[in-house]
């Protein structure tokens, strides 16, 4: 990604005419992909000229410069519809960015559009969007995975250079998996999440998506770091530096059988392949005794929905978004938010509205946040002895649109693997790695807590070896 | 988990349902409740979280340069307007 | 009985306690003192919390003796109203424990944010006050009549006063009460704005019990609303007593820990309190206790007090203050704060003291300076002014009738209306006839 704005910033490739270039591709793909809620070329042609002009007088700068970012539709940019994929803000337009945003625009970077995604970002498969399903660009019948689907599909269909998703049981790093590309899950507090709608406070994070490493490191380099809005975030990284230092030669990379469970025959012969791979960069393998993620990954689902459902209190439709009809506050708000939700978002706020009675907060709340700890306690622990762990990041391939739609435990077995991440707050990669047939694969490489830098850096050395 | 008990919750959320809707949510939601039954039946021997601290910010006011009430459906002068006597 | 309150005060900051919006909002324009973060727009979230707000908050607990904790968790409180913009309303676990307020005790403190104002009748809402820093005290149900409610209140809004913790001058605290009788139930009675409602709607609703407890009907614990229009307390629809709340540790929000230093800092720096400066009064400047009280309650009365006690007898002073002005202020339904001129005020009462005018031309200028027909006060006084310096003449008369001062020692009492007589003839009877026999008195004991 380096080569590309090294490029655009010497006059060799235009701004503008870089960004023809992937209004070309967009013109092409998206009537079928729908990876896009909003477009908005005419600004990101304007924005393309000043660049230019910057060229031409030589003062082209900025880490991102002339880079076309496509932006979830749960990430406020100024300016732009906010929807989540949502009738309930289906007009909604923000009047303030994300930070992440700012810090990217600022760096040089002009923004498309907002993408796809599932609604309010409660998916794994990209389906569940009120402005429809986004398809996979290997396989138009086949989903994209979710819920940053059409992040994933901008970055692999060409469509953008870069783009930011939110993770918060694996949405960036699932579909990611599905199209083959990199995805990535920062340590939870290393990017504000100021301008992020909440899905689970206590999981998501915004996070990249870029056809190489090195696009994941320059974002990453931008937008880590402390902003005085998000009073989490406390420490920065050096993702740059560390990229272009590392040496993979005797790293430790553990996996384990727990890891394994349930995942279907392709996906494991390519893991084991992976294993080989790592082998050959110089990484010592180390098979571990890790947490059996089939038991474990109902757990994610036990802290989201009740954080979930109080994140969506906001939505009353009286203040902003789509208003109800009633002769009382009660059926006023009601209505809006009946017709304004889609069904797995309704699903999960009663779900999450019933974890969070009094009644059932001792079994199951506290009993949740406990064993949270003791995840976090097990894998402190598998650190002091490898520096990586590794698993495939879905235990499947990428299935047909509509097949498990209304079957929400099957929907969510996609997220097995991926939670842990989010559950103990340590940073993931997806690892775009070889197809099966013409489906991609995707392997997931995770790193000690706020060691991000050398996770990307670990994850270039396996760039294109799949 | 009683019927009458999913009505009430489902009254606390404020979601207008159909009967249909109603329906179909109990009975998924008694299938994903007793998929999280199975977090009683892990354990883990230690405990972990990491201390975050969370120093307090100075008393300075600033005002917020744009107007943000552009997001509001409905305006009376610079107030929002609800539906009256609710 | 037992009665107990909830009492909700708006903190004094310059900024909003989870984002830097200004406070000031009774006097801005509707919804312009807002951003993102106290509308509770998508993807805002809280910044780090207001460090002002949990030192005014440590104040209150410091001074009403409180044991502080060493952290505080910030929670969610969930139901849906269209002044609460986020759908929940961010409230801490309690900041300090244990405390009093003379007889009542105080059992716990707590930092909260204001929701914003929302007009049933018009149907407008104005978020300006959303996000504004509040502090909850809750006390134990100490108060056993309608009058020691009263007092407590009154006692607890002089300590915020003197603390200089309260927001909005004219929004004295708003209260929850709750009382039972004998043989009843806890009721409730929500969002009296005043003492004075308070103390109505307590009896209005110790009436009501009564009827209920007599008739044999029993009282059942409930929460009420009180109607001030009305004047009658109303029982709330079951859908919104009937609110589970869903309390929930805010995950944006990581635990606060309170400094110990910053604690020792406050204690050691707490202005005076009301009950150590009336204590102080009396003691300083040898004032009746009762005095001392008076001038306590009216802060800005007391300082003027002790501003002026040096250059004149303070117990004369407090007393020309405590009933001679306070007398004529309630009389036109005035406070302090109105007062046109104070040093007129002073000079008035230091005329009268001197001798120099009578009392009852004292009063006639303060009625004069009150009702402001007076411009300049010392003229007026000049006017009104009968002797310059009558301790001279009182002094010259002692001087020249010795043998009635002789008589008068001797035990002859009577001997002092001759020496009077005579400085009411040198001042052609201008002079204060009590304020003469009074320096006299002095003069010669």
Not at chain 1, 253 to 259: C, D, H, R, S
């Amino acid at each position: 990604m380096r080569e590309l704005v090294k490029e655009l910033k010497s006059g060799e490739l235009l701004p503008s005419e870089h960004l023809e270039e992937v209004i070309e591709k967009i013109e092409e793909r998206e009537p079928r992909l729908n990876a896009f809620i909003s477009l908005d070329v005419e600004g990101a042609r304007e924005r393309a000229k000043e660049l230019d002009k910057l060229v031409r007088s030589g003062r082209a700068s900025g880490l991102l410069f002339g880079l076309v970012l496509a932006v979830k539709d749960n990430i406020a940019v100024e300016g732009m519809r906010l929807t989540c994929a949502s009738r309930m803000l289906e007009n909604y337009v923000s009047p303030f960015s994300a930070t992440a945003v700012e810090r990217l625009v600022r760096e040089g970077a002009i923004v498309i559009g907002k993408t796809n995604m599932d609604e309010f970002a409660c998916g794994s498969s990209g389906e569940t969007s009120y402005f429809g399903p986004t398809r996979n660009p290997w396989d138009e019948e086949r989903v994209p995975g979710g819920s940053s689907s059409g992040s994933a599909v901008a970055v692999a269909a060409g469509m953008s250079d870069l783009s930011l998703g939110s993770d918060t049981g694996g949405s960036i790093r699932n579909p990611a998996s599905f199209t083959g590309v990199f995805g990535f899950k920062p340590t939870y507090n290393l990017v504000s999440r100021y301008g992020l709608v909440d899905l689970a406070m206590s999981l998501d994070v915004i996070g990249p998506f870029s056809p190489d490493a090195d696009g994941i490191a320059l974002s990453m380099e931008v937008m880590a770091g402390p902003d005085g809005r998000d009073a989490g975030v406390q420490r920065s990284l050096s993702f740059l530096e560390t990229f272009d230092a590392f040496d993979p030669e005797g790293v430790r990379v553990g996996w384990g059988e727990g890891f394994l469970e349930g995942v279907e025959e392709p996906v494991r012969r390519h893991f084991e392949r992976f294993l080989n791979v790592l082998d050959s960069i110089g990484a010592e393998l180390v098979e571990l005794r890790v947490p059996p993620m089939e038991k474990v990954w109902p757990l994610y689902y036990l802290i989201m929905y009740p954080e979930f459902a109080s994140a969506m209190q906001r939505y009353n439709g009286l203040t902003y978004g789509l208003r109800g009809e009633g002769s009382n506050l009660y059926e006023v708000i009601a209505d809006a938010r009946g017709k304004g939700f889609g069904r797995e978002v309704k699903r999960r706020i009663i779900l999450g509205t019933y974890l969070s009675m009094e009644r059932y907060e001792k079994s199951f709340h506290e009993r949740g946040v406990k064993l949270r700890r003791g995840l976090r306690a097990e894998v402190k622990k598998l650190f002091e002895e490898v520096d990586f762990l590794t698993s495939p990041t879905v235990p499947f391939l990428p299935f047909r649109l509509g097949e498990r739609l209304d079957d929400p435990v099957k929907m969510y077995a996609a997220d097995a693997l991926t939670v842990l991440a989010n559950l103990t707050g340590i940073p993931a990669i997806n690892v775009p790695f070889g197809r099966e047939g013409r489906l991609p694969v995707g392997m997931q490489l995770m790193g000690r807590w706020f060691e991000d830098d050398r996770l990307v850096a670990m994850a270039r050395f396996l760039e294109g070896r799949g | 988990m009683e019927r009458e008990y999913f009505e009430h919750v489902v009254e606390i959320a404020r979601i207008k349902l159909s009967e249909e809707e109603k329906e179909r949510f109990f009975k998924q939601i008694q299938e994903i409740f007793s998929l999280l039954e199975r977090v009683k039946e892990i354990d883990f021997p230690e405990e972990y979280e990491e201390p975050v601290e969370n120093p307090l910010r100075k008393d300075v006011p600033e005002p917020f340069e744009k107007d943000p009430t552009i997001v509001f459906p409905k305006k009376r002068g610079r107030y929002l307007e609800v539906p009256r006597n609710l | 009985m037992r009665i107990g309150f909830e009492i909700h005060v708006q903190l004094k900051t310059e900024s909003k306690l989870f984002c830097p919006c200004p406070t000031n909002y009774w006097e801005a324009e509707p919804n312009s003192n807002v951003c993102p973060v106290c509308l509770g727009l998508p993807g805002s979230k809280p910044h780090p919390v207001n460090e002002e707000s949990i030192r005014k908050a440590l104040m209150v607990a410091l001074s009403l003796g409180m044991e502080v904790k060493p952290k505080i968790l910030f929670l969610r409180k969930h139901y849906f109203y269209p002044d609460l913009p986020s759908g929940y309303q961010r409230t801490s676990t309690p900041l300090a424990v244990n405390g009093r307020l003379g007889k009542v005790r105080i059992r716990e403190i707590h930092v909260e944010e204001d929701p914003g104002r929302y007009d049933l009748k018009e149907g407008l809402v104005d978020f300006n006050r959303s996000g504004v820093s509040l502090i909850e005290i809750v006390t134990e149900p100490d108060m056993t009549s309608v009058e020691e409610a009263e007092t407590f209140l009154k006692d607890l809004h002089l300590l915020l006063t003197y603390l200089g913790v309260i927001l909005n001058p004219s929004v004295v605290f708003r209260v929850d009460a709750n009382i039972s009788l004998e043989g009843g139930e806890r009721v409730e009675i929500k969002n009296i704005n005043s003492i004075e409602s308070v103390k109505k709607a307590l009896r209005y609703e110790i009436l009501r019990q009564k009827r209920l407890l007599e008739s044999g009907r029993g009282v059942k614990r409930e929460t009420r609303h009180w109607d001030e229009a009305r004047g009658v307390t109303v029982s709330l629809r079951v859908k919104e007593t009937e609110e589970d709340y869903r309390y929930m540790p805010d995950p944006d929000i990581p635990p606060v820990s309170i400094d110990p230093s910053l604690v020792e800092e406050l204690r050691s720096s707490l202005p005076e309190l009301p009950w150590e400066r009336k204590e102080r009064f009396v003691r300083e400047y040898g004032v009746d206790r009762t005095v001392a009280d008076a001038l306590v309650r009216d802060k800005a009365l007391g300082e003027f007090f002790e501003e002026k006690a040096g250059e004149i007898s303070p117990k004369f002073w407090a007393e020309f203050l405590t009933s001679r002005l306070k007398g004529e202020l309630n009389y036109r339904g005035l406070d302090f704060s109105a007062v046109p001129s104070k040093e007129g005020v002073f000079l008035i009462a230091k005329a009268w003291h001197d001798g120099r005018i009578t009392k009852e031309a004292a009063v006639e200028l303060l009625r004069k300076l009150l009702d402001g027909e007076i411009g300049d006060v010392s003229a007026e006084i000049e006017k009104f002014s009968v002797v310059e310096n009558v301790e001279d003449v009182v002094r010259e008369v002692v001087e020249a009738f010795p043998e009635v001062v002789e008589d008068y020692r001797k035990g002859k009492k009577a001997a002092i209306n001759r020496l009077v007589g005579e400085v009411m003839k040198r001042t052609r009877g201008r002079a204060d006839a009590r304020r003469v026999r009074e320096l006299l008195e002095k003069l010669l004991s």
